[in-house]
Nanobody, 126 residues
Framework: QLQLVESGGGLVQPGGSLRLSCSASRFPLDIYDIGWFRQAPGKEREGISC????????KYADSVKGRFTTTRDSARNTVFLHMTSLNLEDTGTYYC???????????????????WGQGTQVTVSS
C-alpha cells in the first residue's frame, strides 16, 4: 500500500523559509498528481498546491501564490514544498496527498485524494 510521509516542519520566524518533503519509500510517486494541503486550528483544510505527474503543471492557492513552490524529484521519489516569506497565517499542519492521474486534477487543486500523509506541523512565530 502506498504510504506518504511528510517531513521538514518546525518552528520558523516570520519572513523565514522552510522546505517540506513528501516521500514514499517503496512505491513510486511519479505516477500520481500530488497535492499539498494545510489546516489551522479551528479552520477547514485548505488546498494550497497541486502538481502534475510530470511536474510541468502546478497550481497554487491565492493565499500562497508567489511565496510557495512545489517541485518533484523523481530520483528521490519526493515532492517538495518550498515555502518563503512565511507569516503567522501560514501556521498549521501540512499534508501531502496522492491523486489518481486525471487531466483536470491540477485545475481542481488535487481534489479527492486517495491517500494522505500523516502531516507535519509548521509554526510561524517570532
Amino acid at each position: 500500500q502506498l504510504q506518504l510521509v511528510e517531513s521538514g516542519g518546525g518552528l520558523v520566524q516570520p519572513g523565514g523559509s522552510l522546505r517540506l518533503s513528501c516521500s514514499a519509500s517503496r512505491f513510486p510517486l511519479d505516477i500520481y498528481d500530488i497535492g499539498w494541503f494545510r489546516q489551522a486550528p479551528g479552520k477547514e483544510r485548505e488546498g494550497i498546491s497541486c502538481i502534475s505527474v510530470d511536474g510541468e503543471n502546478v497550481k497554487y492557492a491565492d493565499s500562497v501564490k508567489g511565496r510557495f513552490t512545489t517541485t518533484r524529484d523523481s530520483a528521490r521519489n519526493t515532492v517538495f514544498l518550498h515555502m518563503t516569506s512565511l507569516n503567522l497565517e501560514d501556521t498549521g499542519t501540512y499534508y501531502c496527498a496522492a491523486v489518481q492521474r486525471r487531466p483536470w486534477n491540477v485545475g481542481r487543486m488535487c481534489a479527492d485524494p486517495f491517500r494522505w500523509g500523516q502531516g507535519t506541523q509548521v509554526t510561524v512565530s517570532s
